[in-house]
């Protein structure tokens, strides 16, 4: 287990790659979204360790920093991805469970989860999960345990794996439907539209949209 300085420097990746992500990467961003302004002190070392760079106001990942800095979001996100499918969570309470499942997880265990999990692209929040070399060799045993919504017969049930959309407008649009990971879902017809069952609940989607949700395949 990490010691609490390491956990902050952690962190303090983490919040840099979030802001990367949504926001212009800058000292003054950084002050915007944790004005304790702890982080500074870190910010040098990170300099002084090759994992950062910045002269004033912007500040750039290195390579090493990037590579750090995505494998800390690799885990965060598989974590958030497994409390998702395999316990069920809902994706507002996955954040506090995965922030410190992250911290515990090897990078071999990492790949057996993502592999497990066939792969998710991006997580129960709709925010994309760093590939890994598991990600690039598609386990073909994995892909088997992991069908698209119109792979699946009339009339039976499963649970949602993942989103694979690849695009964000769409994907919260489906979280906002109920389609979350570790939902379960039920197919009652695919023609002339799809028409399935979440929470009790009735929708009707695209045919195009059921290529896009990945449901674990169900026990035959």
């Known amino acids: 287990m990490k010691d609490s300085r390491d956990l902050r420097k952690d962190e303090l990746l983490e919040m840099l790659w979030h802001l990367s992500e949504h926001h212009k990467l800058t000292l003054s961003m950084l002050r ?44 965060h996100r598989l974590a958030e991805c497994l409390m998702s499918s395999a316990l069920g969570k809902k994706p507002a309470e996955t954040e506090e469970a995965a922030c410190e499942f992250e911290h515990i997880l090897s990078s071999e265990l990492v790949e057996s989860i993502c592999t497990l999990l066939g792969h998710p692209p991006t997580c129960p929040h709709g925010e994309i999960i760093p590939q890994g070399k598991c990600c690039i ?52 017809q695919t023609k002339p539209v799809l028409v399935v069952e979440v929470d009790n609940r009735q929708i009707a989607l695209e045919n195009s949209i059921g290529d896009e949700i990945n449901v674990w395949k169900p026990a035959e």
Request: aromatic share 6%.
């Open 137 to 188: 060799e598609a386990k073909s045993s994995v892909k088997s345990a992991v069908i698209t919504l119109t792979n699946m017969m009339v009339g039976s049930t499963a649970k949602i794996a993942f989103l694979n959309t690849h695009n964000d407008s769409r994907t919260h649009k489906l979280l906002s439907m109920g389609l979350n990971p570790g939902s379960e879902i039920k197919l009652h």
């Open 32 to 75: 915007e979204h944790d004005s304790s302004r702890e982080y500074e002190k870190s910010l040098y070392d990170f300099r002084s360790n090759g994992i950062l760079s910045f002269d004033g106001e912007n500040i750039t990942f290195n390579e090493k920093g990037r590579a750090k800095a995505e494998a800390i979001i690799r885990r």
